[in-house]
Each structure stands twice: as C-alpha cells, then as structure tokens.
C-alpha cells in the first residue's frame, strides 16, 4: 500500500494530488497559504518566505516529495 508524504503543518493549505505517469501521486499544496500558514506563527512576510525557501521548498525527501504550486498567469 503506498501512503503519500505530507508536509507537516500545512494540512490546511493541501489542495489536490498530482498524478504523473509512471510515478506515485504526490500530495500538492498553494505555496502562498504555505507563507500565510508561517506568518500566522509570527513570522514576518520576509522571514516566512525565506524559511519557507529553505526548509520546505529546499527539502527532498525522494520521488514522493509534495509539490508547492503558485498560481500565475502564461503572461507573467
């Protein structure tokens, strides 16, 4: 049975599962919810995205890693 990784503290901000062809489904997450989630913790805008840079996005923990998506525009 496969359980698929999530990231611990942002279950609120968990928005679907992504499926790729020949890989396990992997949990998917709104990264900006992510920063709001750290900022509710005290954390200062700037302190939230660089905490979130390097302990959340800078972690890989193996073909089942969550993926963080932000929401932009072909044009942007």
């Known amino acids: ?3 698929m990784l999530l990231a611990d503290g942002f279950e609120e901000c968990l928005i679907g599962v992504g499926s ?3 890989q ?3 949990a998917v997450y ?3 919810k992510c ?3 750290l900022m509710s913790q005290g954390m200062s805008h700037e302190e939230a995205l660089e905490y ?3 302990n959340v996005l800078g972690s890989w923990v ?3 890693t969550p993926i963080f998506v932000s929401e932009s ?3 942007d």
């Open 1 to 3: 049975m496969f359980v």
């Open 20 to 22: 790729r062809c020949g």
């Open 24 to 26: 396990p489904d992997i």
């Open 30 to 32: 709104d990264q900006t």
């Open 35 to 37: 920063i709001q989630v």
């Open 52 to 54: 979130f840079d390097f």
């Open 62 to 64: 193996g073909k089942e």
């Open 73 to 75: 525009k072909l044009d």
